[in-house]
T-cell receptor
């Protein structure tokens, strides 16, 4: 089956602009999480959505927002971009099988955002 | 506040030898613990997860991790390292009592020498 897809793969924006990143999870996965990866701060959790509801949010300013649609696709938006927002943004979809006690999580290739 | 530490920036091991990548954590409740691997040009991958139950968790690619509550550790292990295991490994913790936010360690780079 198809993996997690993220669009666009690369993006260059100017300070002050806003950006929207998209993530399509694996079919059947209702949970989508977003992460930011930078050389300085490492991997940081942004937010998690399940069935269109935000379940939890990391320690990021309100400029970072997200949403999930009824088909489980998710978008994240960053407004008023700052130089420090330059990063690799990763999306992951996951599924927990309570009966089998299994958990699967798959990451997309990421969107590389450069803010100039 | 929850936190996770990977005390080694880099681990070097010879192919065929056992490997251990260390992780310690601090949470207020019962933790959910994860290991991830990031291969060059292959993105981030989930290896394994501990919630409850057996302290030894088996994951992908022959990796396993041992949960030790008294030492608040969750070390990643593999009995016999492969050159292809060379990658960046991240430990992560999620504290149900802390709003289920996921905190990542800084990462440990594993080099396996042939």
């Amino acid at each position: 089956k198809a993996g997690v897809t993220q669009t666009p793969r690369y993006l260059i924006k100017t300070r002050g602009q806003q950006v929207t990143l998209s993530c399509s999870p694996i079919s059947g996965h209702r949970s989508v999480s977003w992460y930011q990866q930078t050389p300085g701060q490492g991997l940081q959790f942004l937010f998690e959505y399940f069935s269109e509801t935000q379940r939890n949010k990391g320690n990021f300013p309100g400029r970072f927002s997200g949403r999930q649609f009824s088909n489980s696709r998710s978008e994240m938006n960053v407004s008023t971009l700052e130089l420090g927002d330059s990063a690799l943004y990763l999306c992951a979809s996951s599924v927990q099988s309570t009966g089998l006690g299994t958990y699967e999580q798959y990451f997309g290739p990421g969107t590389r955002l450069t803010v100039t | 506040a929850q936190s996770v530490a990977q005390p080694e920036d880099q681990v070097n091991v010879a192919e065929g030898n056992p490997l251990t990548v260390k992780c310690t954590y601090s949470v207020s409740g019962n933790p959910y613990l994860f290991w991830y691997v990031q291969y060059p040009n292959r993105g981030l991958q989930f290896l394994l997860k501990y919630i409850t139950g057996d302290n030894l968790v088996k994951g992908s690619y022959g990796f396993e991790a041992e949960f030790n509550k008294s030492q608040t550790s969750f070390h990643l292990k593999k009995p016999s390292a492969l050159v292809s295991d060379s990658a960046l490994y991240f430990c992560a913790v999620r504290d149900p009592a802390g709003g289920f936010k996921t905190i990542f360690g800084a990462g440990t780079r594993l080099f396996v020498k042939a």
